[in-house]
């Protein structure tokens, strides 16, 4: 399935990035993030004649940058939405700021919700006239099948954006538009320095493109894509073991990795 124009948040690098690079180059790529330097780059290397390749520098966790995205989007007539920019916190919640709570549940969740709803009406509408598919990614998580204490607030902020996805998925059913929740586990980016991880977990798990690739690769095809046999295995004892229990004995492992927001 070939796209004719897809609005990518967290473009500026890791998985966002990988998704800018994989699409053919018959997509037209509206990118979004806060640092300007890294999308410029990526515009630069990406454009070709013919094909629309720019960005929008936005925040999504305040309503001035979410439309501005927004309105960015709904003139470049977008087909694929893919709601990527997230962020997550090692620590307790009794130490962390509350600014920082706060900031994940605005970009991994209300960011989320509010591109999805503003920009699904033109792309039904698009596909229906057209005769198109067109289609959403939200990437979740595989800690979306489980509570992950010392990263409570970030794992509930991904198990929103799997239900979201996968209610969306039904209520579109039988409509031209796809969804997908896609759930990478550990992925080399700069995420787990950010989150301020004790442990190099990157190295344990994917690439960003091959988590960008296998998303468009099930993206019309299923609506739960959790990246990689180890996390399929995980999300599997997520789905068979008591909540209470299972986050008894992930707390004995994050317990003593966390390490407090700085
Ligand atoms: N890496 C993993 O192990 C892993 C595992 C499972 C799920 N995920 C999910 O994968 C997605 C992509 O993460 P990644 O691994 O690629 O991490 P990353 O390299 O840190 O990229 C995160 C992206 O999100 C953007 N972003 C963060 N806060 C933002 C804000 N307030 N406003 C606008 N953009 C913002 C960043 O843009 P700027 O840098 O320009 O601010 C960046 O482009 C996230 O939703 C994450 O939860 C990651």
Partial sequence: MTYRAALITGASSGIGEAFAR?????T????????ELPLEKLVAELSRAGRRVTYTVADLACHEGLNRVI?????????????NAGLGYFGEIAVNPSKAEAEMVLVNVVATTALSSALLPGMLR??????????????????????????????ATKAFDLMYALGLAEELRGRP??????????????????A?????????????????SAGLAALGRRHVLV???????????GRVLPPTLFARIVGLFTRRARRPYS
Avoid: K
């Fill in 22 to 26: 994989a699409l053919p180059s018959e």
């Fill in 28 to 35: 037209d790529l509206l990118l979004t993030g806060r640092q």
């Fill in 71 to 83: 309105t960015a989007a709904e003139e470049f007539d977008i087909d694929l939405l893919i709601n």
């Fill in 126 to 155: 698009r596909a229906e006239m057209l005769g198109q598919r067109a289609g959403i990614i939200i990437v979740a998580s595989v800690v979306s099948f489980f509570p992950l204490p010392w990263m409570t607030t970030y794992a």
């Fill in 177 to 194: 538009v796809d969804v997908l929740a896609l759930c990478p586990g550990s992925t080399a980016s700069r995420f787990a320095e950010r």
């Fill in 196 to 212: 301020g991880s004790p442990t190099r977990l990157a190295l344990l798990g994917h690439t960003s493109a091959q988590v960008a």
């Fill in 227 to 237: 990246v990689g046999l180890g996390n399929r295995v995980i999300t599997m004892i």
